[in-house]
């Protein structure tokens, strides 16, 4: 009996104590399960969400430094100072999120004399003065790149190199650093960026040392995008093609749009005519093309050559519901500069106008300066919007 007894109580005790577990047990589950279940209805809800991002990109052509425009820049104390030369565009060019232009001479600094066309050699401070400004998308490969050898390219590349914050393309000092897979981002939005060159004036980098200037092939090209298409939103390429002093298009630069357009190059900001050319969209919208900026700053003679093109493109990235992702170049707006700069005295006194700030003293006909090559950058897409920074 007390056997029995003794065993009864044990299993009452059993029993009580598997309730409780069950109890807590399940009460535990239940309320976690409701936990979790309402996190997940959260972070779904978080991940249907549509998303946007968005960065605006301003552009301007050729910094092409004469001999004229640094003896202007010059100081006493043996200095240069090209900022006040790019003072009215300074406003305009640093409030973006990204500003592009091409350094069409190399800057070489003082390690090597400076010189004028046809082989140039610049001082730095060309560049400080356009960072000053705001500008940080930097295109290297250009006809003047090898101007003075692989010493010119290890000098401009070591002052680029310095400068952190600045992103440029197209000319390096080793084969390690030309292969480099560079990806960069701005607001969410990831980016490549390459600079190549159409024409080298002769001056090809020999053999073993292309890196020292990025001159084009579909190969290479081809090659370079590859690796970074499928890591980034956007792929930005700059060309530098195009004929000299032509406002139009050529079949050269027709053929290479495409062939990168199909390659899912989504933005085309082209150099090196020194004159204006038109803009537009390709294959069916994916990609925009800027053919030519023409010059932002130089010492040529004549409207056309000292009218250049400042471009902003918004590079807009949509996240939808199922996570699918559009990348678009939108709302493209066009205007003018020009470059002041007194010819036959000994102040030349050169200074980059927005052409919204002319009047008939600074260039006489300004006005319809402004409509003809207006009409010429829009002959392709009339819908560009004009005004930047009015
Ligand atoms: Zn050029």
Redesign the pocket.
């Known amino acids: 009996m007390k056997k029995k007894i003794r065993i009864k109580w044990k299993n009452i005790i059993l029993v009580g104590l598997v309730l409780g577990l069950l109890v807590t047990g399940g009460f535990y589950l239940y309320s976690n399960f409701f936990l979790l279940s309402d996190t997940e209805t959260k972070s779904i809800k978080i991940e249907k969400k549509k998303k946007e991002y968005q960065f605006k990109l301003f552009m301007v052509g050729?910094a092409?430094i004469h001999e004229s425009v640094y003896y202007d820049a010059r100081l006493s104390n043996g200095g240069y100072d090209f900022k006040p030369m790019i003072e009215l565009i300074k406003p305009i060019s640093s409030s973006y999120d990204l500003a592009y232009y091409n350094q069409?001479t190399i800057l070489g600094g003082k390690a090597i004399p400076y010189s004028n066309y046809p082989r140039f050699n610049s001082p730095q401070e060309v560049g400080d003065a356009m960072i000053d400004a705001g500008f940080d998308l930097v295109s290297l490969a250009?006809?003047?790149t090898m101007d003075k050898g692989e010493t010119g390219v290890i000098e401009s590349t070591k002052y680029w190199n310095s400068k952190e914050q600045i992103i440029t393309a197209g000319s390096w000092s080793s084969q390690e650093e030309r292969d480099k897979v560079r990806i960069y981002e701005k607001n969410g939005i990831k980016y490549a960026f390459f600079s190549y060159?159409t024409?080298t004036n002769g001056l090809n980098p020999p053999t073993g040392k292309e890196y020292l200037n990025n001159v084009y092939s579909n190969e290479k090209a081809k090659a370079d995008i590859e690796k970074v298409r499928d890591k980034v939103d956007v792929v930005i390429v700059a060309m530098?093609w195009g004929t000299?002093y032509s406002l139009g298009v050529s079949e050269d630069q027709t053929k290479i749009a495409n062939y990168l357009s199909e390659l899912g190059v989504d933005l085309i900001i082209g150099?090196?005519p020194?004159v204006v050319e038109p803009v537009e969209y390709i294959n069916n919208g994916k990609t925009f093309v800027i053919y030519s900026l023409g010059n932002f700053i130089s010492g040529q003679i004549g409207v056309e050559k000292l009218t250049g093109l400042m471009m902003e493109v918004t590079i807009k990235k949509v996240v939808d519901v199922d996570g699918d992702v559009t990348v678009s170049i939108v709302n493209p707006k066009a205007d003018l500069t020009y470059t002041r700069y007194h010819l036959n005295s000994s102040n030349r006194d050169f200074k980059v106008f927005p052409y919204a700030q002319l009047n008939e003293t600074i260039l006489p006909n300004y006005r319809s300066y402004y409509e003809k090559y207006k009409g010429i950058v829009s002959s392709r897409y009339s819908e560009l919007e004009w005004g930047i920074g009015a």
Do not use: I, M, P, S
């Open positions: 050729d092409l069409e250009t006809n003047h060159t024409w530098h000299e150099a090196h020194h």
